[in-house]
């Protein structure tokens, strides 16, 4: 299996842009999560699907932010329109619904954002 | 909601030396898992510990489980510069739930 998969891996763009992150999960996991990383705030939840459904976004900072899961295989983090302060690595994570005995969440190589 | 704290947030250590990483949890978790994540890339996953009492190591480090004190270490021996990265725990946010809440990692630097 490839694992996680998100694109892309660094993006730049300028303050009132539109971004969209991609994340294609496990084949075969039911949840996925996507997580912001900051030094200040540390690694933060911001929302996560179970079976493609979103079950808890309360992470989501502002409604710039957007998340969806059309399907199995894809989900987009979008934010519209983008500030600096939105700079920080974002990973998306998949996992079964029972994470196994040996493992837990599987996380994807991360996108680095960064707003100017 | 569950929160999860780690301490120290940095340690700096010699090579050969003995550390514990402690990572404490404010409600019932029923598994906590430990990452690892280098500079500049992803989280891997080292252990998930299942129930009260469960020990787990690999090579160097020891992660044990203690439901009752709602505690979790990773506890490192005879450090190398390889062990070098970022530690977290993650526990269950809560039951019937499948997130996980992280804890704010311990850096760990291992000096030769």
């Known amino acids: 299996d490839a694992g996680v998969i998100q694109s892309p891996r660094h993006e730049v763009t300028e303050m009132g842009q539109e971004v969209t992150l991609r994340c294609k999960p496990i084949?075969?996991?039911?949840?996925l999560f996507w997580y912001r990383q900051t030094m200040m705030r540390g690694l933060e939840l911001l929302i996560y699907f179970n079976n493609n459904v979103p079950i808890d976004d309360s992470g989501m900072p502002e409604d710039r932010f957007s998340a969806k899961m059309p399907n199995a295989s894809f989900s987009t983090l979008k934010i519209q329109p983008s500030e600096p302060r939105d700079s920080a690595v974002y990973f998306c994570?998949?996992?079964?619904?029972?994470?196994?005995?040996?493992?837990?969440?599987?996380f994807g190589s991360g996108t680095r954002l960064t707003v100017v | 909601e569950l929160k999860v704290e780690q301490n120290p947030l940095f340690l700096s250590m010699q090579e050969g030396k003995n550390y514990t990483i402690y990572c404490n949890y404010s409600t019932t978790s029923d598994r906590l898992y430990w990452y690892r994540q280098d500079p500049g890339k992803s989280l891997e996953s080292l252990f998930v510990?299942?129930?009260?009492?469960a020990v787990k190591q690999e090579g160097r480090l020891m992660a044990s489980l203690d439901t009752k004190a709602r505690l979790s270490t990773l506890h490192i021996t005879a450090a190398v510069h390889d062990l070098s990265a970022t530690y977290f725990c993650?526990?269950?946010?809560?039951?019937?739930?499948?997130?996980?809440?992280f804890g704010t990692g311990t850096r760990l630097k291992v000096l030769a």
């Open positions: 993650a526990g269950k946010s809560s039951s019937g739930t499948y997130k996980y809440i």
């Open positions: 084949s075969g996991h039911n949840s």
């Open positions: 510990l299942l129930s009260n009492g």
């Open positions: 994570a998949s996992s079964p619904n029972t994470p196994g005995v040996r493992y837990g969440y599987t």
